[in-house]
């Protein structure tokens, strides 16, 4: 019997976290560079019901009745087979691989889920369209992230820019001429939970200026989009510095972060900012196709611990 594999990208943002949480648009991406894998292989003598689930970089070799309801990976199973009335699915051997950096805001977690559903279902004998996976994998996210947004399994599972606004439907971006992103990693850990709660600290402390900031990140965000529809990729250089320069202000900054920015600036890249939570992570920076590696360069000197070079198409 034949295995069914399938494949999910990453994502990084490009505009407007943290204002997000706060009714304001947010831009993001995919991440075809690094990816995750789910490749399910029939078990012919297993008993019916049985699935072993194999994710050698998460430590994990067990059968999905032994793991818990709440763990990421059996969850993604478990609910697809809720949603396609399966009581007792034929054995199977899922085994799941990913170069996407985990807990690092590239969307591991969302691209997991999404490979996990495109093989399973197909491996079921009812591959599913997008929409349905992208539902799915926002059920999982919440076990992931609590109260997900909604744009990392959009993203995922469409491998296409969108723009996002909280409550209202996800809108994919047309891309009217590719650009070049360098994205570097601090290194730091750094969970996005902390910062997301520094920053309600703080607008409950000063709502008016918090405010203030997250309708200036909203302008760039809805001016970010025009230059990408209108094919003027290079105006989202100044934008990520405004961007950025909010962000700082919001308090996400770190040294590190700091450090990574300015070097990318210093290289010729047309614009940087940090991406995700903040505090550590990964940031990105704008840059001509053949500045990239004079940018990842000077990154790699500043103390990035991991670079990807990708275009947004
Ligand atoms: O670190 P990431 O890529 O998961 O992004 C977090 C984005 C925030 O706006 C800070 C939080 C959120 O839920 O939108």
Not at 171 to 189: K, Q
Not at 263 to 282: C, I, V
């Amino acid at each position: 019997m034949p295995a069914f594999t399938a494949s999910a990208p990453g994502k990084i943002i490009l505009f407007g976290e943290h204002a997000v949480v706060y009714q304001q648009p947010a831009i993001a991406a995919p991440v075809t560079q690094v990816r995750a894998k789910a490749v399910v292989m029939p078990d012919v003598r297993g008993q019916p019901g049985r699935g072993q689930i194999i994710a050698p970089d998460l430590g994990v070799n067990a059968d999905l009745r032994d793991l818990p309801g709440d763990h990421g990976l059996a969850a993604a199973v478990t609910d697809l087979l809720a949603h396609l009335g399966i009581g007792r699915a034929p054995a199977f051997t899922l085994k799941i691989t990913s170069t996407i950096p985990f807990a690092a805001g590239l969307g591991s977690g969302a691209a997991v889920s999404v490979a996990i559903l495109r093989a399973m279902s197909a491996f079921l004998g009812q591959p599913l369209p997008d929409e349905q996976i992208n539902a799915l994998t926002y059920e999982v996210e919440k076990i992931y992230h609590g109260t997900p947004s909604g744009i990392d399994n959009t993203v995922v599972t469409y491998a296409a820019p969108v723009y996002f606004v909280r409550g209202q439907p996800i809108t994919r971006l047309r891309v009217a001429r590719p650009f070049t992103l360098v994205i570097a990693d601090t290194g730091v850990s750094s969970p996005t939970s902390v910062t997301v709660g520094d920053v309600r600290t703080g607008w409950q402390a000063d709502p008016a200026r918090y405010e203030e900031m997250f309708a200036a990140v909203g302008q760039i965000g809805q001016q970010a989009r025009a230059a990408i529809e209108n094919g003027n990729p290079a105006a989202l250089g100044p934008l990520m510095d405004d961007n950025h320069y909010w962000l700082r202000e919001m308090g996400v900054s770190c040294s590190e972060l700091e450090r990574l920015v300015l070097a990318a600036r210093n290289a010729g890249a047309l614009g940087a900012k940090l991406s995700g939570g903040g505090r550590g992570g990964n940031m990105i920076a704008l840059v001509e196709p053949h500045a990239a590696p004079r940018v990842v360069y000077a990154l790699e000197a500043a103390g990035a611990v991991r670079t990807i070079v990708t275009e947004v198409k």
